[in-house]
């Protein structure tokens, strides 16, 4: 089970293992003026990132598909919904005990219950906010910490 603190190894503690999931269609919108360069350094600063991933839909642009994997950024295209899968893969990953904080990017408060399976398997959780107004209230309030990007 994940250490919230980021457990020790050998009496020496370990900077904790992050993974980023964000919610591509949710965050890339011309109102939020999102840069994968800033979720990067903000996800960073909760530790080492182990898993960076982006959630986008089969419409998305070839140009932004291109720039995360140039950023080091696994995407992940889905024909369905974008949510489910992002939703099911941070289970996954919690439950799989693959990180020790999870960093989800979104404003929508369907994940929720993947920040609440998170808490319960002792998984710091984070909402990282595209922007002060793109904030969800139900992110903010299932995780540890949030942040917003300026």
């Not at 949510?83 to 404003?107: G, H, M, N, Q, Y």
């Not at 998170?118 to 299932?142: C, I, K, W």
């Amino acid at each position: 089970m994940g250490n919230f603190f980021g457990g020790l190894t050998g009496g020496i503690q370990r900077e904790p293992r992050v993974g980023v999931f964000i919610d591509g269609p949710n965050v890339f919108r011309e109102e939020f003026d999102v840069d994968l360069d800033d979720i990067r350094e903000a996800a960073e600063s909760e530790g080492r990132l182990s898993l960076k991933r982006l959630y986008l839909d089969d419409g998305a642009p070839p140009e932004l598909i291109r720039a995360a994997e140039a950023r080091g950024f696994e995407v992940v295209v889905t024909s369905g919904d974008v949510d489910v899968k992002l939703a099911v893969d941070v289970t996954e990953t919690v439950v799989d005990d693959d990180i020790d904080t999870l960093v989800v990017v979104s404003r929508d408060t369907d994940f929720k219950p993947a920040l609440e399976v998170a808490n319960r398997r002792g998984v710091r959780t984070v909402a990282l906010a595209p922007g002060e107004y793109g904030r969800s209230d139900a992110l903010r309030n299932a995780a540890h910490d949030e942040l917003t990007l300026e």
